[in-house]
C-alpha cells in the first residue's frame, strides 16, 4: 500500500485477477496500483482521485482485541474480529459445535468445511481428524461494490495480526473502513461505489 495512496500490487508470477467476475490482464512482473479511496473514475483501478479528496489511508490504531478461541473434542476454531468483513452470513456454528462436543464425528469436518468458506482469514480452525483445504492458486479477486479479496500465499506492507493467515485476507477499496488495510463492511454504506 503507498501512503494515504492506491494499492499496489507486484506480482512476481502471473496471478488470477479479476473484476465484477471478469478477468483482468496480468503479467509476469507487472504492477497493478488498485485504488483505495473508491472515488476512482477509472475503478478498480487509481486515477489518482486520492490526492484531489485527501483520502486518508491510515492503518487502525485502535488496540486489536483478542482472538476467541473455541475448543471442541476434536477440533479448535479461531475467530479474529479484526480480520472479519461483518457482511457474509457465516452459517452460526452453534449447533455444529454442540453436536462435535457430543461425539458426532461428521460435525468436525463440517465445522472445517464452514471455516474454510471465510474469505477474510478471520475464522480458522485446526483439528488432527479435518482435511485441511489444498493449497489456493494465487489470486486476486475484485468484488463490485465491495472488497478485494486475496486468495494464496501473500505478503503485505502492514503489520499482521498474530495469527493472521497469509493466505486470504480481504481489504477496503471504498475508503471508508475503520480497520485499514482492511475490508469491515462499510462498503455497504457507500453512494455510488463501483
Not at 503489520?159 to 475490508?183: D, E, I, W
Request: charge should be positive.
Amino acid at each position: 500500500m503507498l501512503p494515504n495512496g492506491p494499492l499496489k500490487i507486484s506480482c512476481e508470477q502471473a496471478i488470477a485477477l479479476s473484476f465484477k467476475g471478469k478477468p483482468l490482464p496480468s503479467e509476469p512482473g507487472q504492477d497493478h496500483y488498485l485504488c483505495r479511496c473508491g472515488q476512482s473514475k477509472n475503478s478498480p483501478y487509481c486515477d489518482g482521485t486520492h490526492a484531489k479528496v485527501g483520502f486518508d489511508g491510515s492503518p487502525n490504531k485502535r488496540k486489536p482485541k483478542s482472538a476467541k478461541i473455541w475448543q471442541g473434542r476434536t477440533i479448535q476454531t479461531r475467530f479474529d474480529r479484526g480480520l472479519c468483513m461483518h457482511i457474509y452470513t457465516c452459517e452460526p456454528l452453534a449447533a455444529l459445535r454442540k453436536a462435535e462436543l457430543e461425539g458426532d464425528d461428521s460435525a468436525a469436518q463440517t465445522i472445517a468445511d464452514k471455516v474454510q468458506q471465510c474469505p477474510s482469514g478471520a475464522l480458522q480452525f485446526s483439528a488432527d481428524s479435518a482435511k485441511s483445504p489444498e493449497p489456493e492458486a494465487p489470486a486476486l479477486i475484485i468484488r463490485e461494490g465491495a472488497e478485494i479479496q486475496l486468495q494464496g500465499p501473500f505478503e503485505i506492507n502492514h503489520p499482521m495480526r498474530p495469527g493472521q493467515p497469509t493466505t486470504r485476507a480481504t481489504l477496503c477499496r471504498c475508503g471508508l473502513s475503520k480497520n485499514k488495510p482492511y475490508c469491515d463492511g462499510r462498503h455497504t454504506q457507500a453512494k455510488d461505489f463501483a
